[in-house]
């Protein structure tokens, strides 16, 4: 492993908290930062809580997919108690993908872009996912964000159906992860106050601006099917829109791919 003076003493300190990070659950291993936040949820913990671990030893992905989670990532989740009707929702995984990748701007010099629904990628490979996880009656949601900062790439899956990479691997050397998550406790934080304050076409403009998926032909697999299409924008829920043969198309979930022409073409 890779000694960066990670500790939470030095996040909390460097922080100086608004919302979020007030509250800061720090831990050596768990098995997923979002089962805990969720837990803490349940039980009434504050709004801006979150919680770190170390290492995961059962990240989780979406549609019950599994997380790799070694020592050396970044790996954490935010307690929100979102006043926004249900169909914003998944704003705010758009929001958590932009306020990434500027962190990895800022803290790793690093240039990176999202691609839809809430992925953040670095030369065109994923180095972050985003899985948000809501409570009974949309009372809560849990923001769980898992950026692969220095994590060898021989410890990062292969069988993924994209490239995969880290911050360690495309800087070619470690990044000071302290640094990383206060850039990004700040980033969310601020996002997530626009976002709050009516804000969200300012979040979908922010989006679009630093998109890998608008303009490409992509594949959409959706729980119950599959759509080919050009990726031509976002709607005001953070829905994307496609351009198909038979007219426009709203996804409003679902794992994009790069399709026909598209593929393998990184600008
Ligand atoms: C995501 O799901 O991208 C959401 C990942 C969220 C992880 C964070 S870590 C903190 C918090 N606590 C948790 O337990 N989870 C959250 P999805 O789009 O479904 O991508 C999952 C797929 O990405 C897997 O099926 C693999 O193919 C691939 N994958 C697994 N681990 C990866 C990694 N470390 N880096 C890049 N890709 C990975």
């Known amino acids: 492993m890779i000694v960066d003076a990670y500790t939470r003493d030095r996040v909390a300190e460097e922080l100086d908290a608004g919302l979020i990070g007030r509250s ?8 997923s930062t979002n089962e805990e936040a969720m837990r803490l949820a349940a039980v009434g913990a504050a709004e801006g809580t979150v919680v770190i671990a170390e290492e995961q030893t059962a990240g989780r992905g979406r549609r ?20 926004l009707p249900v169909g914003g929702l998944p704003l705010i995984g758009l929001a958590a993908a932009v306020a990434a990748a500027r962190a990895i701007q800022s803290a790793a010099g690093l240039r990176a872009k999202v ?3 809430n992925d953040v990628l670095v030369g065109g490979a994923k180095v972050a996912g985003i899985l948000t996880e809501a ?28 490239p995969v990479t880290s911050l360690l691997e495309q800087a070619g050397g470690p990044i000071d ?3 990383l998550t206060v850039a990004l406790l700040r980033e969310l934080d601020h996002a997530y106050a626009v976002l709050r304050g009516n804000g969200r076409e300012r979040v979908l403009a922010w989006w679009r601006e ?3 998926t608008l303009g490409r032909p992509v594949r ?7 759509v ?15 351009r198909t043969p038979r007219g426009i198309e709203r996804i409003v979930a679902g794992d994009v791919t790069l399709s026909g022409a598209g593929r393998g073409a990184r600008p």
């Open 220 to 226: 959409v697999e959706t729980m119950s099917r599959v």
């Open 177 to 179: 992860r302290g640094h």
């Open 64 to 83: 019950g997919r599994g997380w790799t989670s070694p020592a050396g990532g970044v790996w954490l989740s935010v307690v929100l108690r979102p006043a």
């Open 228 to 242: 080919e299409g050009l990726a031509v924008d976002v709607d005001g829920d953070g829905a994307l829109l496609l």
């Open 135 to 162: 409570g009974p009656a949309a009372a809560w949601t849990v923001l769980g964000i898992g950026l692969n900062a220095n994590v060898p790439a021989a410890l990062l899956p292969h069988a993924t159906p994209y």
């Open 210 to 212: 630093c998109s890998d």
């Open 115 to 117: 691609k839809w629904p």
């Open 24 to 31: 800061l659950h720090w831990h050596a291993t768990l098995p």
